[in-house]
């Protein structure tokens, strides 16, 4: 791996000529020598010249931003596309560039959590898992929006098996729980399994019990939907991530925050 350093104002044509075309990463450095901005490429030369050529385009909105800011590009060259696409997320998680999205919010990736005690069952959707002790994590998941329906989907659908009331937890936390009592089965092993992607049979499990309730029945298009966006996230999230870790051959589990995405690029075969 080759670092090398590279010092113009506005970026000089022998800047343009000197950059190789090899994978890699660059960052960009502002007029105060702030890194303003993490990027890879396959080919530097290539990518770069394209932040160059960038035209009055919405497409090319981001690449005129990074070039109105740049002072100074630094590259650093990589053996390969994924070595390059792991060293950019290390980069961005680390510094967290002003200009830069993906990968800089790793610590909000949702978590969902399962405490269970006689006949009862408690569930916690949260980004602060560290906050809450006594919880069996499950994740980390990527995408928010399935992961918060399908969780507040499971916490209705379970509200018409027993008593169920929502835990006080602080809005600060942007975190959401639900307790249920007095369940007549055992819902935690099928949950349990459903969340680290193994099995479906909770779906099952629900549909089953759900038929034997009027006031469920009575709901039928709201059960059908709730169970769709539980489906939905089964495919999404759960056992996408399961096939990640078995790719990557990655055995801690729950999968950190800050390791979700790079586990999605280690997963990857060799990227040409």
């Known amino acids: 791996m080759t670092k090398r350093k590279t010092n113009h104002i506005k970026l000089g044509e022998e800047f343009w000529a000197s950059l190789p075309g ?3 990463i660059y960052r960009v450095f502002d007029a105060d020598d702030v890194l303003v901005y993490v990027g890879k490429a396959k080919n530097l030369r290539r990518r770069l010249g394209q932040y160059r050529n960038a035209r009055r385009l ?4 981001k690449m005129r931003a990074v070039m109105k800011a740049a002072v100074r590009i630094e590259t650093e060259t990589c053996e390969t596309h994924r070595a390059a696409l792991l060293l950019e997320l290390r980069s961005i998680q680390v510094h967290q560039p002003r200009l830069n999205v993906a990968g800089v919010f790793h610590f909000m990736y949702p978590m969902i959590g399962i405490k ?14 560290e906050v809450f002790s006594g919880f069996e994590w499950h994740g980390t998941y990527r995408l928010r929006r399935p992961t918060r329906r399908a969780f507040f989907a499971l916490t209705r659908l379970l509200a018409f098996l027993g008593p169920s009331k929502k835990m006080r937890l602080d809005r600060n936390l942007f975190s959401f729980g639900a307790s ?17 992607g193994e099995s479906p049979f909770l779906l099952e499990m629900l549909i089953l019990a759900l038929a034997d309730r009027g006031s469920a029945r009575a709901k039928r298009e709201d059960i059908q939907e709730d169970l769709g966006l539980l489906k939905k996230f089964w495919k999404q999230e759960a056992l996408a991530l399961r096939r990640l870790r078995q790719q990557a051959n990655f055995s801690v589990y729950p999968v950190p925050q800050l390791e979700r995405d790079a586990l999605r690029i280690l997963a990857l075969t060799e990227i040409p």
């Open 180 to 196: 249920f009592a007095e369940l007549e089965a055992d819902w935690a092993s099928p949950a349990r399994e459903f969340f680290m």
């Open 116 to 129: 269970t005690g006689t006949r009862s069952l408690d569930l916690i959707l949260t980004g602060k898992p």
């Open 22 to 24: 090899t994978p890699g």
């Open 58 to 61: 919405k497409a090319h909105r």
